[in-house]
């Protein structure tokens, strides 16, 4: 199962960590710029050139050392046809470098709708060339709040070709609690009802897990540690995806309470402060400042954890 390829991703590398990668123009260094700009013109070819060859040095960056890539899908489509482009061609080198590789589009719709985004993030589609992955991603961020129709259909393909989905349950930004933490009739929270959801929905998986894990799971953020604590303890057969660590103010201590007892079961994002890390180090590289920044992640949370 797809989870259980990360978990062993994680433990081989001893790094429970994923590189959040926002290709924004202003990230990227200005020697990459110069030369795509002057091969490619000052268009979309030439920015999309600028992402694709900073994406694909940050992955020779950290794939040694960080187990998982997150490209953020937003980020990419903003450059057009020429940004999906770069996109397909990013997650096919993390896949090469060995990544895993998380499609971060937060897809939300019904039916057939939902099960094109799925079949073209996760599935195959049938052409007279053949049978294509179009992007080829390992798991898909998925928005559960239309209900099980949202999360069915990328389910469906998560046995079948061996991915994962993980859903909206807490999210870390500043006004999730809004509707997140609003209590409904039964006492629960709304982010705890859809973990009772994605835990229906995901209990036939997890049963085929050598780890435990459904391949339905969580997004829980870093910068709402009490909740991220009980919701481990809440659902301790999903598997838990935390952004808000690093730039949005999360750190090692705030993270502990979404492993297990065996410090499994949790990767925790990082995309600013890595990709980001050069602004604060004009003393190395690009690369290297980022690959430092990776390693001090790492370290921070294993000795949080105790290991």
């Known amino acids: 199962m797809s989870f259980d390829r990360l978990i062993e991703k994680?433990?081989?590398m001893q790094n429970p960590t994923v590189a959040g990668l926002d290709p924004k123009l202003e990230y990227i260094t200005d020697d990459i710029k110069k030369r795509a700009f002057e091969q490619f013109g000052g268009g979309l070819d030439g920015a999309a050139a600028a992402v694709l060859e900073w994406g694909k040095g940050m992955i020779d960056a950290l794939c040694d050392i960080v187990p998982a890539?997150?490209?953020?899908?937003?980020?990419?489509?903003?450059?057009?046809?020429?940004g999906v482009k770069c996109l397909t061609e990013t997650i096919e080198y993390a896949k090469e470098k060995g990544m895993f590789v998380i499609a971060d589009g937060k897809r939300n719709d019904i039916g057939s709708t939902m099960e094109a985004y799925s079949d073209a993030y996760l599935g195959n589609i049938e052409i007279p060339d053949g049978v294509i992955e179009p992007f080829g991603a390992d798991a898909l961020t998925v928005n559960g709040y239309l209900g099980a129709d949202g999360i069915n259909q990328p389910l469906k393909l998560c046995d079948k070709y061996d991915k994962g989905i993980f859903v909206l349950v807490k999210t870390s930004n500043p006004s999730s609690g809004q509707l997140q933490d609003k209590l409904l009739e039964n006492g629960n929270s709304v982010s705890v009802e859809m973990g009772n959801l994605c835990r229906e929905l995901g209990e036939e998986s997890r049963k085929a897990s050598k780890?435990?894990?459904?391949?339905?799971?969580?997004?829980?953020?870093?910068t709402y540690?009490?909740?991220?604590t009980a919701l481990r303890k809440e659902f301790p057969g999903?598997?838990?995806?935390?952004?808000?660590?690093g730039a949005q103010g999360g750190g090692a201590s705030d993270i502990i309470g979404a492993f297990d007892e065996n410090g499994r079961g949790a990767i925790v994002n990082s995309s600013r402060a890595i990709i980001c890390a050069w602004k604060k180090r004009p003393d190395v590289d690009w690369q290297t400042a980022a690959r430092e920044e990776a390693l001090s992640m790492k370290k921070a949370i294993n000795e949080a954890l105790g290991r």
Do not use: H
């Open 69 to 82: 890539v997150k490209p953020q899908l937003a980020y990419y489509e903003r450059f057009g046809w020429q």
């Open 238 to 245: 999903m598997f838990f995806l935390v952004p808000g660590y």
């Open 211 to 222: 780890y435990g894990y459904s391949a339905i799971g969580a997004v829980v953020g870093a």
């Open 10 to 12: 994680i433990d081989a």
């Open 225 to 228: 540690p009490e909740q991220l």
